[in-house]
Structure formats: C-alpha cells, structure tokens
C-alpha cells in the first residue's frame, strides 16, 4: 500500500479515528504536507517532530499507536518495503517532508534512512536548510555520520 492511499482511508467525517487528538492532527498534518503539498505550518505536542524535536533518539511509539489504531479500524499498514520502494520514485526536494511524515506516523525510521542512504548523490540539489537538518538527524539516529558531509549555502 503507498503512503497516499494510507492516509486517504483515514476519511473526514469519521469519528472512529478523529476521536484521538494526537491521531487526528498526525493524520491531517501528514495529508497538508504530502497529499496536498502545502507548506509544513508549526506543529503542536500531538505531532511533535521526532527527527529534531527529541534530539538523537528513536522512538517506537508511532508504530505501536498506529498499529493498534490501524487493527481497530482495519486498515492495512503499509509495508516498510513499500515505503522504500515510494520513497525512491519521489523528487528530491520533498524527500525530507515525505520522510518527517512517514516517521511521524509510522516510525519506520530505517527503511527511510536507507533511501536517505541510496539517493545520497541527490541530496545537493535541496535547498532547504530544515529539510537537510531533518535528514541529519536521521543519520544520526540510524548512527550513520557517512552522509554528514559539509553543505555549502
């Protein structure tokens, strides 16, 4: 399943998900930003930025509180194969929200470090100096400092 269609099947007007606050607002942050691309707006305690919020740490909450929601709602999780296999089709500039919405929800913190790992010739051509600190943090999450290399502005 990609990620777009994920998010789709959390419908508006659904009580049975948008019941949860922290859910609801992962979910409608998520779908602004990758759905309809619109500029990542500042976020509350519900949507915490874990690749910068906590510093250096990984944190397996989001799978478990999505994976639980998910089996409530019966809705399929997608694979972490096929978020590899999304990641990789994407421009370059929106790997880094793609990414921040993809951990934020779904915790999958090694399979985006790999394509982070695999499009590392590509990271050059973003512009964005939060986005390439989000990908850094990443890194540094996954204990890899090989991509930490000096960025000129």
């Known amino acids: 399943m990609k990620f777009e269609s994920f998010l789709s099947s959390f419908k508006s007007g659904d009580s049975s998900w948008q019941e949860s606050p922290v859910l609801f607002e992962r979910i409608q942050y998520a779908k602004e930003t990758v759905l309809q691309n619109k500029p990542a707006h500042s976020r509350s305690l519900k949507a915490p930025e874990?690749?910068?919020?906590?510093?250096?740490?990984?944190?397996?909450?989001?799978?478990?509180?999505?994976?639980?929601?998910?089996?409530?709602?019966?809705?399929?999780?997608?694979?972490?194969?096929?978020?590899?296999?999304?990641?990789?089709?994407?421009?370059?500039?929106?790997?880094?929200?793609?990414?921040?919405?993809?951990?934020?929800?779904?915790?999958?913190?090694?399979?985006?470090?790999?394509?982070?790992?695999i499009r590392q010739d590509e990271l050059c051509q973003i512009d964005s100096p939060a986005d390439l600190v989000k990908l850094a943090t990443l890194c540094g999450i996954e204990r890899d400092a090989s991509l930490l290399v000096p960025v000129q502005f």
Not at 61 to 69: A, L, N
């Open 50 to 117: 874990f690749l910068t919020d906590f510093g250096l740490r990984k944190s397996t909450s989001q799978f478990y509180f999505i994976e639980q929601v998910s089996k409530k709602l019966g809705i399929t999780l997608p694979t972490e194969e096929e978020i590899v296999a999304q990641l990789m089709t994407i421009d370059i500039s929106d790997l880094a929200t793609w990414i921040d919405s993809i951990v934020m929800i779904l915790g999958y913190y090694s399979s985006c470090h790999s394509v982070v790992t």
